[in-house]
């Protein structure tokens, strides 16, 4: 039996043009996205960014309680883990609230599918510059997660991470993973990873993961465990 399509109300910030696409590509065919575009400066996000981004998140997230949507899905990883695990899960509660549909947060998808793999020490590959990749690997291993290696393309505009491409991305993976790593994570939901992965995975003998792919195995994770069907 085919699994039933989500009608999915995705939040990414605004320069986010690859997580829509590849999110729907991953999904159960037919499944729908209401994407809300929080806006941003050029730079990338930072500590000091998150009150007001965060904020600004919670205010426009309220339009979804109208919408006919299953499933509110927060997209963007480094939003996540700058606040740590804590305020991650905190943010996906107050998103619950103002909008009375379950929340996904693509921070806390990362986590639970490494968990799923029985990943312990990872070969990360990021878009983003040392101060932010710390914060990444602080969120990773107060969640049980050792980075073992971590290679990052230190993207210092919106801009710049918009141009890194799939073939890039290959490159870096391979740079970054080791006999001592026990799956790949690339994090970062600007990131075109869709077409890669398989490979990679083959390539590695090993799980290799990404922001947008862990994300829809996260959404796919909560409609299977309800009621979701019948209510379709």
């Given amino acids: 039996m085919a699994e039933a399509a989500i009608r999915i109300g995705l939040m990414v910030p605004v320069n986010n043009t690859t997580m829509e696409p590849e999110l729907l590509a991953w999904l159960p065919e037919g499944s729908t996205c209401c994407t809300l575009r929080i806006p941003r400066g050029k730079g990338t996000l930072t500590a000091a960014d998150l009150p007001a981004y965060l904020a ?12 006919g949507i299953d499933l509110v899905v927060y997209g963007c990883t480094a939003a996540g883990f700058l606040a740590g695990p804590g305020r991650d899960a905190e943010v996906a509660r107050e998103l619950a609230a ?14 639970s599918v490494l968990r799923h793999v029985g990943a312990r020490n990872i070969a990360l590959v990021t878009p983003y510059l ?10 990773l291993e107060q969640s049980g ?16 991470l918009g141009a890194i491409t799939a073939a890039q991305i290959a490159a870096k993976a391979r740079e970054a993973m080791r006999a001592s790593c026990d799956a790949l994570f690339i994090a970062c939901s600007q990131l075109p990873t869709r077409d890669i992965l398989g490979e990679l995975e083959r390539e590695f003998g090993r799980p290799a993961w990404s922001s947008i792919r862990a994300t829809a195995w996260q959404a796919l994770r ?10 379709h």
Avoid: C, W, Y
């Fill in 145 to 160: 997660v050792g980075v073992d290696v971590l290679a990052a393309f230190g993207a210092k505009t919106v801009d710049e």
């Fill in 98 to 111: 103002v909008t009375g549909k379950p929340v996904v947060t693509t921070a806390s998808a990362m986590i």
């Fill in 130 to 139: 040392d101060h932010v990749n710390e914060k990444l690997r602080a969120f």
């Fill in 222 to 231: 909560f409609v299977q465990n309800t009621n979701f069907a019948l209510a």
């Fill in 56 to 67: 600004q998140a919670t205010t426009m997230a309220r339009s979804f309680a109208a919408e």
